[in-house]
């Protein structure tokens, strides 16, 4: 079988200094010597796509197609490797793909010319350029969707100082360096154009950026994450502007024509997004029913739009990720439509298309072509980098503890807003395609994000702990509530199915509080929905009249508990909120009401079921409920119960039958085996039984002849159970029960022994102080620890019964 060749010519441009030492080339004397200094020839075979295989001795690296494949996953196997090593560090994810960039380009294995003919041929490095491009056009398209600059409107006053004095002080700063050492720079990067533009790169702080940073390290909705968001959300705005200004100073350098066809097409462009695009998109928005998916073919079609943008803004000349950016701004933010098109995009988008985009990084990151480039050259870059990092830290700090930000909040503010990624690194390929800077200083700009990201933020996760503010030094528990004063708690809820058992839950535990109106009952109601497509978390108080609820879900919630307010209204306040963040940092919005409002108990919902995304509901498995029951338990300033909500039957009549009057007995059984967890259950079962339709059987479980008590354990469960019989003797619907027992086995056997069919609520302890004896032989039966082996063994399938449980666990004090 015969093989083509194929003769590829590559002209190389030609320095007009060197061109004008060159004689003039005359046709008819065939200079070849001078034609061939002056070219590179690449001789190279067209390869066929596939290989017939090894076994037809073909080498597979010889082909295209597999040549790209073992690309893909070589790029992919060192991102997350790399991340893998990295992340005990605490370094971001930024961080570890960026240095697996540079490992495949020419600063590290791009060094062995073995490595690069194989693996990343000439021939195949386009492949990963373009794919690379695309890879930040739709990370650029997607942090457009999640950002709503209209957040702007209601920032305060220190937000708006902080975020303004943090960007222009570097502004001016790096600008003034800049000017005074222009002499020493390349001619396009001491044009004004070019040192603006690197004085605004250190200025402006990437929104989109600081959120994944801050996601990372859990700290969206800690009071840090919260203030650097609402500050980030100027400086993006801002820096949008600057960008056109920037683009419009560098066209205004060839002629003032290009100019005015730039500011026009730019205009144009706009135009046509924010009209007909923008139009379109609340179309979509309006067509699609509420609490349903938009349809597959929507999300196609705007997906596409994106490479449409993409297409007409390098055809007019526009930088690339500005088509792509104002495209994903006029896409309504959260559900039904923003929420789907991350929900579907973003997973394909951050772990397949970027890993190429750090690759195309690497490809241009050259340690070597620095050295030879000179330090007298790179110089005033490195000056300013280095001055622009320190003042923005510097600045912000003084503004920062100006507002009364304590003094190592403040710092870590400073730190967090010089958090750098894949925007800045878009910008300086930007940077290279308008020969402000060729490779030497791109290789500079890049070790310098990775240098100052990856110093900064272990030194942020050092300086701040966001669960601090929760340890507190006062017993805040159910057992320690004084009679007669009011009992505050706060009660979570993931969806409408979770609604009904809390309710009910309520009822049972405060219904007669209308016999002691002395005590009233303060019910915090937090609804919390995931945080998907918007990155602004956020903590709704519903008492306000200008935060109107848009969520059907939540008005259905809301509604319902203030039905239930209004038919106990003598006895129980109800305050309604929102919290829309991420599942992992859902625990700190919960511990932060609790805090602020002194509650004594915080109910959460376990179940086997979903968490809402603010338009609908969506199955995403119990991993996530799970989480932030462990999340609540580590880190609540008080008492927390879990409740494993088994009756599924109340939800489909919820409506009409959580607000009567119980007129059925309702027949709970509290497990006490000892420890501050089982005093804690033993406390709400007291407050329970002062409702007349209770019958509560107390069972508690004792080692044989005491063996393995902890003395100070029993005498404190001792004192709880003789205070609580005293006080409950002459009542019909209270039973004491002891039971001894040698080991888990017997323990086991105990609690079969009183299930039965009538039960509607089993009450236990958690785990706090438990005799190991009581528990031997059980401890690898649990398998969701959060519950506690008896909490997880009473609510299992396995354990055969329909009655719901409420795991109680009592506050560690943890100042």
């Known amino acids: 079988m015969f093989r083509r060749r194929l003769i590829m010519v590559r002209f190389l441009p030609i320095h007009d200094s060197v061109a004008e030492q060159q004689p003039v080339y005359d046709p008819s004397s065939f200079q070849i010597n001078h034609l061939n200094s002056k070219i590179t020839t690449l001789c190279q075979k067209l390869d066929t796509p596939h290989s017939l295989g090894i076994f037809y001795r073909g080498n597979p690296l010889d082909y295209s197609f597999t040549i790209i494949l073992l690309e893909i996953i070589f790029v992919i196997l060192i991102s997350r490797g790399l991340r893998f090593i990295l992340k005990p560090l605490k370094q971001p994810r930024i961080v570890s793909d960026m240095i697996g960039g540079l490992m495949i380009g020419p600063s590290v294995l791009g060094r062995n010319k073995v490595f690069m003919k194989n693996i990343f041929p000439e021939k195949a490095q386009f492949i990963i350029r373009n794919v690379g491009i695309i890879g930040f056009m739709f990370f650029v398209f997607l942090s457009g969707v999640t950002i709503d600059l209209t957040l702007i409107r209601k920032l305060g006053k220190k937000h708006l100082y902080i975020s303004l004095v943090g960007m222009f002080c570097p502004l001016l700063v790096v600008g003034a360096v800049g000017a005074c050492l222009r002499s020493s720079m390349d001619s396009e990067l001491a044009k004004a154009s070019g040192i603006g533009a690197v004085a605004g790169n250190l200025a402006f702080t990437s929104y989109p950026v600081i959120y994944l940073i801050l996601r990372e390290l859990n700290l969206l909705s800690s009071e840090i994450g919260r203030l650097t968001l609402s500050v980030t959300i100027v400086s993006d705005t801002l820096g949008i502007v600057a960008m056109l200004v920037f683009e419009t100073m560098k066209q205004g350098e060839v002629n003032g024509r290009s100019a005015f066809w730039y500011v026009l097409s730019t205009f144009v462009l706009g135009a046509f997004i924010l009209i007909p695009v923008r139009r379109l998109m609340f179309w979509i928005v309006k067509e699609t029913p509420d609490g349903k998916p938009v349809e597959q073919t929507f999300i196609v079609c705007i997906l596409l739009g994106v490479l449409f943008m993409g297409f007409i803004t390098d055809m007019f000349g526009l930088s690339i990720g500005n088509g792509s950016l104002w495209f994903g701004l006029v896409i309504p933010d959260g559900p039904p439509l923003g929420a789907a098109i991350v929900e579907r995009s973003e997973t394909i988008i951050n772990e397949i298309l970027m890993p190429f985009s750090f690759a195309l990084i690497g490809l241009f990151t050259d340690v070597d072509s620095m050295v030879s480039y000179g330090w007298s050259r790179l110089g005033p870059l490195f000056y300013m980098l280095v001055v622009g990092y320190a003042t923005k830290i510097f600045s912000t700090y003084l503004v920062a503890v100006y507002f009364k930000v304590p003094t190592k909040d403040s710092l870590t503010l400073s730190l967090t807003l010089n958090l750098r990624g894949q925007l800045e690194l878009l910008m300086f390929l930007h940077w290279m395609d308008k020969l402000i800077i060729g490779p030497p200083g791109f290789t500079l700009l890049v070790l310098a994000t990775i240098v100052m990201t990856g110093v900064s933020t272990p030194l942020i996760s050092i300086l701040y702990n966001p669960t601090r503010p929760y340890m507190v030094n006062k017993r805040r528990t159910v057992q320690h509530s004084a009679e007669g004063k009011e009992f505050c708690m706060v009660v979570c809820i993931t969806n409408t199915e979770s ?317």
């Open 499 to 815: 609604l009904g058992g809390t309710i009910e839950l309520l009822e049972i535990s405060h219904p007669a509080m209308s016999t002691r109106p002395s005590s009233p009952v303060t019910i915090y109601a937090l609804h919390l929905v995931e945080l998907v497509g918007r990155r602004t978390p956020a903590l709704i108080n519903h008492d306000d009249p200008d935060k109107p609820m848009k969520d059907p879900e939540c008005e259905i919630i809301n509604n319902s508990l203030r039905l239930y307010q209004d038919a106990r209204k003598h006895f129980v306040r109800l305050h309604f909120y929102t919290a829309m963040t991420v599942k992992r940092t859902m625990y700190q919005d919960i511990c932060k009401l609790a805090l602020v409002n002194k509650a004594a108990l915080i109910i959460v919902p376990f179940e086997k079921g979903s968490l809402n995304h603010g338009g609908g509901t969506e199955i995403v498995g119990h991993e996530g409920v799970q989480s932030l029951c462990t999340n609540v338990i580590t880190h609540a300033p008080c008492s927390v119960g879990i409740l494993v909500d088994k009756d599924y039957a109340h939800n489909k009549s919820m409506m009409t039958t959580m607000f009567r009057q119980l007129s059925k007995i309702q027949q709970f059984i509290l497990l006490f085996l000892g420890g501050a967890d089982a005093r804690e259950a033993l406390a709400y079962g007291d407050r329970m039984i002062a409702n007349p339709n209770v019958s509560l059987i107390v069972v508690r479980f004792l080692a044989y002849n005491g063996e393995g008590d902890d003395e100070i354990e029993r005498k404190l469960d001792d004192r709880m159970v003789t205070s609580f019989w005293m006080k409950n003797e002459s009542n019909e619907r209270v039973m004491y029960r002891e039971i001894i027992v040698k080991n888990g086995k017997e323990t086991l056997e105990g609690i079969h022994a009183f299930k039965d069919d009538s039960i509607d609520l089993w009450i236990v302890g958690r785990e706090q102080g438990i005799n190991p004896i009581i528990l031997e032989g059980l401890s690898n039966w649990s398998e969701h620890l959060e519950l506690g082996t008896i909490g997880d063994f009473v609510s299992s399938d396995d354990f055969g019964s329909n009655a719901s449980v409420l795991v109680m666990h009592q506050q560690i004090m943890r100042g």
